[in-house]
């Protein structure tokens, strides 16, 4: 790879080749930049020339990086973050980072609790420029060009930092009317007997329980008659009396209080804290670190 002496790639360019590579495609980082695809296809011309090489394989149904290409897209994420981090840092990041954050989480959790959050932060911080996706699968958070992931639950990938934002636990519940008509389950024995609503999330085993008594953890596999990748279709069979689901205390707390359901067998829980996970240490990128402390605010707040 040869770059043109004297000249040197323009930010924007960059920004419109990670966005080629993350949308897989010309015309859809054209329709996410508002640009037209002939315009994107000429600024990832304009790119080729100035470092020589041939970053993308092209065919009629997808985009593939070349060898180049892979080096310059590790270069590019790395260039963009630590310009948006020095900005950040010349205009008193503390008190008005800004520059881009790429946020990911699940369905269910994204939707209901992460947007929330983040529109507030959005206020707090004008200077931010936030993008929210979430998934129901397991994300390369480096691979994928995000900054920070919002997960539920304790397993944790080793290869990144993480700082737990909120504690919280699943619980089993079900509606007053299904318990009346199929009996209220006494021990983890007694779930056998009775249709469990499963989600189905990410790599976690399926229809297997793992809950904790204390210190005692039992795993139990359950009758999955029902079962889906989406938590609020799930809490919804078992507002139509469908069955007992595991279900997060944040999901559920208001229904318990309003007596549409009834948690059972009080004893046992599984953990479901919410942590925030990220590639690079807080202290290397301002507009993160403020973001994870608003978040953990945010959370613990909301949880007293």
Request: hydrophobic share 40%.
């Amino acid at each position: 790879m040869n770059t043109l002496r004297g000249q040197f790639p323009l930010p924007e360019d960059l920004r419109v080749f990670l966005t080629v590579i993350r949308k897989s495609g010309f015309a859809s980082a054209a329709e996410e930049l508002g640009l037209s695809p002939a315009y994107v296809s000429k600024r990832i011309a304009v790119l080729e020339k100035v470092f020589g090489a041939r970053l993308l394989h092209r065919t009629t149904r997808r985009i593939a990086l070349t060898d180049d290409g892979e080096r310059v897209l590790g270069w590019a994420q790395r260039l963009l973050g630590e310009m948006d981090d020095f900005i950040g840092e010349m205009s008193e990041a503390r008190q008005s980072p800004r520059g881009m954050l790429h946020i990911c989480s699940t369905f269910g959790f994204g939707r209901n609790h992460v947007a929330p959050a983040i529109s507030r932060l959005a206020e707090t911080y004008p200077e931010l420029e936030i993008r929210l996706d979430v998934f129901d699968r397991v994300v390369d958070i480096i691979g994928e060009g995000f900054d920070l992931e919002i997960r539920v639950g304790d397993d944790l990938p080793n290869q990144h930092m993480s700082r737990k934002l909120v504690s919280n636990q699943r619980v089993l519940c079900a509606t007053p009317e299904y318990l009346a008509r199929r009996g209220v389950p006494t021990s983890l024995e007694d779930l056998a007997d009775h249709d469990c609503l499963v989600l189905k999330e990410r790599n976690h085993p399926f229809a297997v329980w793992t809950l904790k008594n204390g210190e005692r953890e039992s795993s139990i596999r359950v009758n999955a008659r029902l079962s889906s990748n989406n938590g609020e279709i799930v809490l919804q069979w078992a507002l139509n009396d469908a069955g007992i689901l595991l279900r997060s205390m944040w999901d559920v707390k208001p229904l318990l209080e309003q007596g549409r359901l009834v948690q059972v067998l009080h004893d046992y829980s599984q953990s479901a804290n919410v942590w925030a996970v990220y590639p690079i240490r807080l202290g290397h990128s301002a507009k993160l670190r403020v973001c994870v402390e608003f978040l953990e605010n945010h959370f613990r707040h909301l949880s007293s």
